[in-house]
Structures are given as structure tokens and as C-alpha cells.
């Protein structure tokens, strides 16, 4: 029952986020043929990141031995790395993953920081109840909460620099 | 190389990059990157900037050898 609960709050979530997003960067729905091409080149690079990882940690679990990091948070992490290079080639290329098209657009940062804050809260929660790390292994239960914060940190972190490049280089003319 | 014709004939107009974008439907960072040569557009792109800044294909694309 929690689980569908979860499914259907997230969605909803989503449906939020691609509202609030889209509206005001509306005019950019068409088709722009520079930054498709660039998020072709990402996928790419994003379906090899994923390819890699994935063989690595099972090349290593095969030849070293088991990580102490549960299996699906494992696996979910090299899902997030695969995803991160997919944004973040995006970002640094200018094509911005459909956020931030107009300049002084900050609705996505806000959104992005109410995620790390619940996402922190949630740990936090998990921390006290000492359910992150059970016999040396980091759980999925207190994992993933991290995991999420350093993901939308990461985004965050690139999106105001590649800002600050931009202004510092001046590329809006 | 730079597009100095397309960024000159977008002045000329009074036009920002921003303001271009708009008539032809992409995005400023799109239009930043053909001036400054970061990326070759399509020809159909160019008949769209073109148009928008009434000037013909080989006035703003056309380069001498």
C-alpha cells in the first residue's frame, strides 16, 4: 500500500515539476537541431557510462570481492552515474536538459534544493534510527536518500557554474 | 570562424540574440554558438535566420575561399 502511495506521489511530483518547468520555457518545445544533437551525443555517452560501471562492479565483485554497499543501491548509483553524465554534457554543451533556456530562470534550483533538504531530512531520520550501515554494508534505506542528495547537488553545483562562466565570458550579446 | 555577418546584420536590426532566437525558434545558446562559430547550422536553420533578418543565404553564410 505505501508503495503505490509512493508511486503516485511521485508522479504527481512529476507532473508538477514538468509544469512549473515548461511553462515559462515554452517557446523552446519546438525542435532546436543544435541542442538535439547534443543530447544525442549525451545519451550516448551516458548508455556507455552506464555499460562500464555496470561491468566494473560486477568485474570487481567477481575478481576482488563483494563491495559493502547493498546490491540494488549498487546498481541504482551506476543508474545515477549513467544519468549525471547524460545532464551534465548537456549543461557544459549548452543544451540544459530543458532547464534554465532563459536567463534568471531559477525555478528548477529552488526545486532541486526542496529535494536535497527532504532527501537530507529522510537520512537523517535513517541515521538516528541506525539503519544506514547494518553489519559494515551501506543499506538501501539510508543509501539512497545520499545517493539522491549528491545527485541533484552535482547538477547544482555545475548548473551555477556553467552560469558563472557564461557571465564571466559573456555570451549573451 | 566566427559569423561576424550574421552578428552584424542581427545588430543592424537592433536585435538580441535572445530576440533572434525567438523569431526562428531556438534557443539564445544556439545562436550564440553559430556566431561564434561553435556550430554549423542547418540549411534550413539558416533560411529561418535568413528570413528573420531579411538578408539572403549567401550574404550571411556565403565565405570566400
Same mark, same amino acid.
Given at each position: ?173 | ?19 533572434? #532566437?525567438?523569431?526562428? &525558434?531556438?534557443?539564445?545558446? !544556439? $545562436?550564440? #554558438?553559430?556566431?561564434? &562559430?561553435?556550430?554549423?547550422? !542547418? $540549411? ?22
Amino acid at each position: 500500500m505505501s508503495e503505490i502511495f509512493s508511486f503516485t506521489a511521485a508522479f504527481i511530483a512529476v507532473q508538477i515539476f514538468k509544469i512549473i518547468m515548461f511553462k515559462k520555457d515554452k517557446d523552446y518545445s519546438g525542435y532546436d537541431e543544435r541542442q538535439e544533437l547534443i543530447r544525442g551525443r549525451a545519451f550516448r555517452y551516458g548508455f556507455l557510462t552506464l555499460a562500464f560501471s555496470l561491468a566494473a562492479v560486477m568485474l570487481w565483485e567477481e575478481c576482488v570481492g563483494a563491495l559493502p554497499i547493498e546490491f540494488s543501491l549498487l546498481m541504482m548509483s551506476c543508474l545515477m552515474v549513467g544519468c549525471l553524465v547524460v545532464i551534465l554534457y548537456d549543461i557544459w554543451k549548452d543544451a540544459y536538459w530543458g532547464i534554465r533556456q532563459a536567463s534568471g530562470s531559477n525555478a528548477a534550483i529552488v526545486l532541486m534544493v526542496a529535494v536535497m533538504v527532504m532527501q537530507y531530512l529522510s537520512f537523517r531520520g535513517h541515521a538516528s534510527a541506525g539503519d544506514v550501515i547494518v553489519d559494515g554494508i551501506l543499506t538501501w534505506d539510508g543509501g539512497i536518500y545520499l545517493l539522491i542528495f549528491a545527485f541533484f547537488a552535482l547538477i547544482i553545483v555545475n548548473l551555477l557554474l556553467k552560469a558563472w562562466v557564461d557571465k564571466r565570458g559573456g555570451s549573451a550579446e | 570562424m566566427k559569423n561576424l555577418k550574421m552578428k552584424s546584420a542581427r545588430a543592424a536590426l537592433d536585435l538580441s540574440q535572445q530576440q533572434l #532566437a525567438d523569431l526562428v &525558434g531556438v534557443s539564445r545558446q !544556439t $545562436i550564440n #554558438a553559430i556566431e561564434k &562559430g561553435d556550430y554549423n547550422p !542547418t $540549411i534550413r536553420l539558416c533560411i529561418a535566420i535568413c528570413r528573420a533578418l531579411n538578408r539572403t543565404l549567401d550574404e550571411l553564410f556565403w565565405e570566400e575561399p
